[in-house]
């Protein structure tokens, strides 16, 4: 008897502890999305809360060397150093692909780092295809005339060519840092293509205007 009985107040103590738990979790939750994403139409959709955890000094491939003049790696990786950076992120990564994901700062419970919505290909209209295809071919097409950037210590140690745009610009500051040096038979292109840039901005501007509209600003 006595044996049950320590049994049965463990399991209820358990049960208390996680019901606890998912109490807390919830009113988390609720606040969160009232103080910082706002109550509104849009989040009337299922909200995926992703919590995160803060690795700054993770490298993927931390035995590959580096010319610290170029910032390139000197080698590729082995097959062996392939494995390890594959269970590495086994380990510490988490593939997000559906849903409407919202990611919680791990340093400030009160803030939010990204709102993420992922839509599956069947369900995109045929303006959002248009859209999306339109935007890809740009930014492939842009490849020729903008440097790719890059660094050893991001944790992906890959390239990647840097395209947007600022809200505000310091005085007297550099323009054009990361286009490419390109001769002047390519500047009838050049021209012909960011004059596409327009349009980009209206349809990225939608989407980032459908979105935003859980936010609170």
Excluded at 20 to 26: H, I, L
Excluded at 30 to 56: C, D, F, N
Aim: charged share 30%.
């Amino acid at each position: 008897m006595d044996r049950c009985r320590i049994s049965h107040e463990n399991s209820s103590r358990k049960l208390a502890n996680t019901r606890n738990k998912q109490r807390k979790r919830a009113a988390f939750h609720a606040r969160l999305q009232e103080r910082v994403i706002g109550v509104g139409m849009s989040t009337l959709k299922s909200i995926r809360w992703q919590r995160l955890s803060y690795h700054p000094k993770t490298r993927l491939y931390p035995t590959v060397p580096f010319d610290k003049k170029t910032d390139k790696p000197l080698r590729h990786p082995t097959p062996d150093e392939v494995s390890k950076a594959c269970e590495l992120v086994d380990r510490k990564f988490f593939l997000m692909n559906f849903g409407r994901v919202v990611l919680v700062d791990p340093n400030d419970e009160d803030s939010v780092i990204a709102v993420m919505e992922f839509t599956p290909w069947d369900q995109l209209t045929e303006t959002d295809k248009e859209n999306l295809n339109f935007i890809l071919t740009f930014l492939h097409q842009s490849k020729e005339f903008v440097n790719p950037v890059g660094s050893s210590t991001r944790s992906w140690g890959g390239k990647m060519w840097g395209i947007g745009w600022r809200k505000s610009q310091d005085f007297m500051q550099k323009f054009g840092r990361y286009i490419k040096a390109f001769p002047p038979s390519k500047m009838e292109k050049f021209d012909k293509l960011f004059q596409q840039s327009k349009l980009l901005g209206e349809i990225l501007g939608d989407y980032y205007r459908l979105e935003a509209s859980i936010m609170q600003f």
